[in-house]
């Protein structure tokens, strides 16, 4: 009998108990109405009587240990605070995922703390346009084939037939409408083609579009303008390039290019070796449009401007295809990481 004693005793000690759950079954094990002591003292009668008394005692001792270690293990369990000790309260914390800026949202920010460092302000607009305000008002007459240079999504409203805003500079018309000359405002905004989708279009996208007008605003104005922001944005060596274009809003029009930073000019596959790379159009706003919006043309002239940022985007991270922007591909997300 003291050869199980001591065997049980043994049982008793290395049992392992690390959660609520192994105590409760190390108390039914030794404690339960089936347990282990329960046999223990129901094999005292096959005692001899004259050691019945001393291994009662060594029994007693047992059943005290049992209990014993019981409480000490509840009590550590409280110290603790938990109920399992596979939690290690002393490692150290792990990081909490942090989202990130999308790409466009930090190219678009960056834009605009470049102009509003010259005194630009930032307007919007509904996303959902009339006709003129898309159209007309920017001198595109009805059935001019111009509107074509911009496949419109028409959605009906109502009555009304309305297109998803196929350029910011809807908002500009917007601006000119509603407030005085000097105006001096950049437009950032999601617009809307229909387009194939591919690598190189998408059927929306975003700009970023500049107005300015006051008295005697001059191309030489808007030329330096671009150039601060080509240099501001790219680099103090960057070069601005303009060459003549067409805009039924802008007389005269250009297209701008901006010397390529990846090759410093030397020619690469993103410049196609030119050592050019455009980036946006311009031009001194038409005075008919002007008048549309209600601004005299014989005492103020404007500049406009606009760019994709998308188009910056890629510059900027080398994204070469479009759809990476929309697809929530967190694998691309991710590497903007460091960039908050
Ligand atoms: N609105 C033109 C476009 O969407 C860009 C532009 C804006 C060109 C202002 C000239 C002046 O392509």
């Not at 108390?27 to 109405?33: A, K, T």
């Not at 109920?83 to 190219?107: F, N, R, W, Y």
Request: proline share 4%; aromatic share 10%; glycine share 6%.
């Amino acid at each position: 009998m003291k050869d199980t004693i001591d065997q049980v005793r043994k049982q008793i000690n290395d049992f392992v108990i690390d959660s609520s759950l192994s105590l409760e079954a190390f108390r039914i094990q030794f404690l339960g109405s089936k347990g282990v002591m329960k046999e223990l003292y129901s094999l005292l009668k096959l005692v001899p009587n004259d050691e019945k008394r001393i291994i009662g005692l060594l029994l007693n001792d047992l059943r005290s240990e049992v209990e014993a270690k019981i409480e000490l293990e509840k009590q550590n369990f409280l110290q603790l605070g938990v109920l399992d000790k596979s939690i290690d309260l002393t490692k150290s914390g792990e990081d909490a995922a942090i989202g990130s800026h999308h790409p466009l949202t930090l190219v678009k920010r960056e834009i605009i703390s470049i102009f509003s460092r010259i005194g630009f302000t930032i307007s919007e607009g509904p996303e959902i346009e009339d006709d003129w305000h898309n159209f007309s008002a920017l001198n595109f007459p009805e059935e001019h084939p111009a509107r074509d240079m911009q496949d419109t999504f028409f959605i009906e409203k109502g009555e009304k037939e309305m297109a998803l805003r196929t350029h910011t500079s809807s908002v500009q018309v917007r601006v000119m409408e509603n407030s005085k000359p000097p105006i001096r405002t950049i437009s950032p905004g999601r617009v809307y083609r229909n387009e194939a989708i591919s690598a190189r279009a998408h059927c929306f996208f975003h700009q970023l579009e500049g107005l300015f007008i006051d008295k005697n605003v001059s191309f030489a104005d808007l030329k330096q303008t671009l150039l601060f922001f080509a240099r501001e944005m790219f680099g103090e060596k960057a070069q601005i390039r303009l060459r003549p274009s067409y805009f039924p809003f802008t007389e005269p029009s250009a297209e701008v290019d901006v010397s390529c930073t990846l090759c410093n000019s030397n020619g690469c596959n993103v410049c196609k070796y030119s050592g050019w790379l455009e980036i946006l159009g311009c031009g001194m706003v038409d005075p008919s449009v002007l008048e549309a919006s209600g601004i005299d043309s014989k005492i103020y002239s404007g500049f406009a401007f606009g760019m994709g940022i998308e188009r910056i985007a890629q510059l900027k991270y080398r994204v070469t295809d479009l759809r990476l922007y929309s697809e929530n591909d967190i694998r691309f997300l991710n590497q903007f990481k460091a960039v908050i």
